[in-house]
C-alpha cells in the first residue's frame, strides 16, 4: 500500500469513529477474509468496509466496475452489511448503475464530505487530502501528451469541449417512456431506437441497413450495423463472436418475449454468415423460459441473444450523458463509454449458462 493510500485509509478510520462507530482494523469474520475495517456499534456488527484509493478522478465507470466487482466478490457472502469507501468522485449515474449490478454501498469523495462536516478539522484535512491528490494526478498529466477527445468522429482538445453539443439522454429516455407500447407504437419504437443507437454508439456501429431482407425475401431484420474500428469493446466483441454484422431487434411486445418468439429471431441469424448476434430490444425483462432458449441458441448454435429492455436503455443514456459532460482524455472517454452496460451483460449470460 503506497503512503496516498494509506493517508485515505487512516482518514477513513477516523471519519468512522467521529460517526460513533468503534472501528476496528483488519479484522478476519472467517478463516480466509480479513476486512480493512468492522464498525460496530453498542457493541453490535454493523458492517464490513473496504476502502480503496483511486488514482483517477473522477473515477470512470471501467474502472468502478473493476473495483468494486473484485471487492464484492472478496466480501463473499458476508451476513452483515457492506460499504465500499472510494477516495474518487462517482457521478451518480454510475454509482446507481453500480449498486444495481453489485449490490454494494459506495461512498465517494462527496459522501465523505457530508458525513465528515461535524468534525470541521477533519473535513478539511480530507479536502487537503483530496486537493493533494488531484493536483498530483494533473503533474503527472501534464507530463505526458494528452489524446484527443473523439465524439460524433470529431476530434476535440479540452478547450473546445463547450462546443460539444447538451447530452440528449434526458430527450430520448422521455421519448422512450412516452412511446406507446404494442403494435400500434411499432414504427415509432423502431424509429426511436434508432436514434438511441446513435447517440450511444453512432461512433463505432456505422452503415445501418434498416429493415434489410435476407436472401429468401422472407425474413426481415430490423437493422443491421457494421463495426468501426478503434473501440475496444467492438473490436473484442466482434472477434471473439466472428461477427461482421451487428443485428439489433425491436419488439415492442406489451408482455415478456416468449422462446417461440426468440426461436423466430433465431432463424434469422447465421454464424456461417458471421451474423450470429442479435441484440433483442425489448420494452420489459423477458419470460425466464426465454433466457433458457437463448442459453439454447448459444450452446447449439454460437448464436448470442443480448436482451435489452427499457431499464437497460434508461441507464445506459444516463451514463452516455455523463460521458459527454466529462472533459476526459481519449482514453478516459473510452472507460466511461455505456458499453461497459453491455459488457457486463453480456459477462453475466455466459457465466450463468449450463453446459
Same mark, same amino acid.
Given at each position: ?29 472467517? +478463516? ?18 473496504? $476502502? ?21 466478490? @472478496? ?7 457492506? =460499504?465500499?469507501?472510494? +477516495?474518487? $468522485? ?13 449490490? =454494494? ?21 480530507? #479536502? ?48 422512450? #417512456? ?12 423502431? #424509429? ?14 456505422? &452503415? ?7 436472401? &429468401?425475401? =422472407? ?20 472477434? &471473439? ?26 432463424? @434469422?441469424? +447465421?454464424?456461417? #454468415? ?65 458499453? $461497459? ?15
Amino acid at each position: 500500500m503506497n503512503n496516498q493510500a494509506m493517508q485515505f485509509e487512516e482518514l477513513c478510520a477516523e471519519l468512522l469513529q467521529s460517526m460513533g462507530y468503534t472501528a476496528d482494523r483488519q479484522v478476519a469474520l472467517s +478463516s480466509q477474509r480479513r476486512f480493512d475495517f468492522v464498525i460496530t456499534k453498542n457493541c453490535a456488527v454493523e458492517r464490513v468496509v473496504e $476502502v480503496k484509493f483511486i488514482r483517477e478522478n473522477p473515477g470512470t465507470l471501467a474502472t468502478l466496475r473493476n473495483v468494486v466487482s473484485r471487492v464484492k466478490s @472478496y466480501f463473499g457472502a458476508s451476513p452483515f452489511d457492506q =460499504l465500499l469507501i472510494l +477516495s474518487c $468522485v462517482v457521478a451518480a449515474e454510475h454509482k446507481a448503475w453500480l449498486f444495481k449490478e453489485f449490490k =454494494l454501498e459506495i461512498w465517494d469523495r462527496e459522501d465523505i464530505l457530508g458525513h465528515a462536516e461535524k468534525s470541521r478539522q477533519l473535513q478539511n484535512r480530507f #479536502a487537503t487530502f483530496f486537493k493533494e491528490q488531484d493536483d498530483a494526478a494533473a503533474g503527472a498529466a501534464r507530463r505526458s501528451l494528452s489524446d484527443p477527445i473523439v465524439t460524433d468522429g470529431i476530434v476535440h482538445d479540452e478547450e473546445t469541449m463547450q462546443l460539444l453539443p447538451d447530452p440528449r439522454g434526458v430527450e430520448l429516455s422521455q421519448r422512450l #417512456a412516452d412511446t406507446p407500447r404494442g403494435k400500434r407504437g411499432a414504427k415509432l419504437y423502431e #424509429a426511436l431506437i434508432l436514434d438511441i443507437l446513435e447517440y450511444l454508439f453512432g461512433d463505432y456501429l456505422l &452503415d445501418p441497413r434498416i429493415q434489410a431482407r435476407l436472401e &429468401d425475401k =422472407l425474413s426481415v431484420l430490423d437493422v443491421v450495423y457494421r463495426v468501426g474500428q478503434g473501440h475496444p469493446f467492438w473490436e473484442t466483441f466482434t472477434r &471473439d463472436f466472428r461477427a461482421r454484422v451487428i443485428v439489433f431487434e425491436c419488439k415492442n411486445y406489451s408482455l415478456p418475449i416468449k422462446p417461440n418468439q426468440l426461436h423466430t429471431t433465431e432463424r @434469422y441469424m +447465421s454464424a456461417s #454468415a458471421l451474423r450470429p448476434v442479435c441484440f433483442l430490444m425489448t420494452r420489459v425483462k423477458p419470460h425466464e423460459h426465454t433466457e433458457l432458449a437463448a442459453f439454447g441458441a448459444m450452446r447449439e448454435g454460437g448464436k448470442l441473444f443480448v436482451f435489452l429492455d427499457d431499464e437497460d436503455i434508461y441507464e445506459m443514456l444516463r451514463i452516455r450523458d455523463v460521458q459527454l459532460r466529462l472533459p476526459t482524455n481519449n482514453r478516459d472517454y473510452l472507460q466511461n463509454d455505456p458499453t $461497459v452496460v453491455l459488457d457486463q451483460k453480456i459477462y453475466d449470460f455466459l457465466s450463468r449458462m449450463p453446459r
